[in-house]
């Protein structure tokens, strides 16, 4: 692990929490594009939209927006608003519909400052939970899951991308930190109930558990809306301090990312260099690498 951020350069980037976001997908895409052009004018190199900015986030909802990639408006807009920007942009998500076989996905698409899309993550593990008195949500009632795991190279150092509820799924930060990434990065949209319980708890764990950054990009709320964001889009350094973080509004939080801070802390603290994988398997060991923007394929 010593030598896999050799080639890593400190970058700021930006979370974007996105508010007024309604039933007009076009008026959600221009405003998202304004602030992602704002982030870039204070300096972002790389911006995070969060989890369903082009649409109200609900099982219902999802079929009604749900485009295909290719030529889609959503998409058109960030490859646009990237190059514009001249930044790496991590597109939030949006309800996918696969063209060939019908299904919907909850999917990341990701963006070099050229405008090319460089990576596409379809949400892996889905968000269906019953919290009695509190809270039922399915998304497997439209949607269906990812089968693989996104990994980006960018010119900053690697970035691994998850959405949402796959930050309560340690394999996953596990994998890419083994596999060389600087950072997790989570577009997300934890609500009411287990925002205040979990969110900024999940972040630092997975940065504490794998000596990384962590970036949780949030919806602003909205308590009009069906589903009520908890909001505070939160950064978290490789030894699970808080660098940046909001409350529920409308905002753009930035950090500063170094991967020396990566390096310190794991030459500080060896945790990979004490590993007894000899006693328990290595869970990266399991995973192939796909040789086109898709990730990795499981």
């Given at each position: ?23 007009n997908?076009?008026?959600n ?15 972002a190199?790389?911006i ?40 790496y ?70 970035f ?41 708890l ?32 939160t ?12 409350e ?6 930035y ?23 000899d ?20």
């Amino acid at each position: 692990m010593s030598n896999v951020l050799s080639d890593c350069s400190p970058f700021k980037i930006a979370l974007v929490q996105l508010g007024n976001v309604g039933f007009n997908k076009t008026a959600n895409l221009a405003h998202a594009r304004e602030k992602i052009l704002e982030a870039a004018k204070n300096g972002a190199q790389v911006i995070v939209l969060p989890e369903c900015f082009n649409s109200p986030y609900g099982a219902k909802y999802f079929p009604q927006f749900a485009e295909i990639l290719k030529g889609g408006e959503s998409v058109t807009m960030l490859s646009n608003a990237a190059k514009e920007a001249n930044a790496y942009l991590i597109g939030g998500s949006i309800p996918e519909k696969e063209e060939s076989t019908g299904k919907i996905y909850n999917t990341v698409t990701v963006y070099d400052p050229l405008g090319s899309m460089i990576a596409k993550h379809r949400k892996v593990h889905l968000f269906d939970i019953d919290v009695p008195g509190k809270i039922t949500f399915k998304e497997s009632e439209t949607l269906s899951g990812g089968d693989w795991l996104t990994h980006v190279d960018t010119k900053y150092g690697k970035f691994g991308i998850g959405i949402c509820y796959d930050m309560r799924f340690p394999e996953m930060a596990m994998i890419a930190a083994r596999k060389g990434c600087l950072a997790m990065i989570y577009p997300g949209a934890f609500n009411m109930t287990t925002g205040p319980m979990h969110w900024e708890l999940l972040q630092r764990a997975r940065a504490v558990d794998n000596q990384m950054y962590v970036a949780a990009c949030a919806p602003a709320r909205n308590l009009e809306a069906d589903y009520h964001s908890w909001g505070h889009s939160t950064v978290v350094d490789p030894k699970g301090i808080v660098i940046a973080t909001c409350e529920e509004k409308e905002t753009i939080i930035y950090a500063d990312i170094d991967p020396q801070e990566v390096k310190d802390v794991r030459t500080f603290i060896p945790l990979y260099d004490q590993r007894r994988f000899d006693i328990y398997g290595d869970v990266s060991e399991t995973v192939d690498f796909r040789q086109d923007n898709t990730g990795i394929k499981k």
